[in-house]
C-alpha cells in the first residue's frame, strides 16, 4: 500500500493538489484533505505532492 501524509499546519489552502488530483483531494473547510490516506496505485496523488507550493504533501511507497 502506499501511503499519503499531509501536514495540515502547513498547508496554505491553495488548492493546486485538489486541481491536479481530484479524484482523492477535496476541500474539507478551508483545507484540502485526501479522500483515501493509503491507496494501491499512486495515481495523481504524485502530482499533487509535486505541485505542493509548502511541500506539506509526503508520499510513502
Known sequence: MIKIKQDRNA???CGACV???PENWEF???KPIPKKTEVKEIGCNRQ???VCPVRC?????
Open 19 to 21: 486541481s491536479v488530483c
Open 28 to 30: 474539507k473547510g478551508n
Open 11 to 13: 498547508c496554505i489552502g
Open 57 to 61: 504533501i509526503e508520499i510513502e511507497e
Open 48 to 50: 499533487a505532492a509535486d
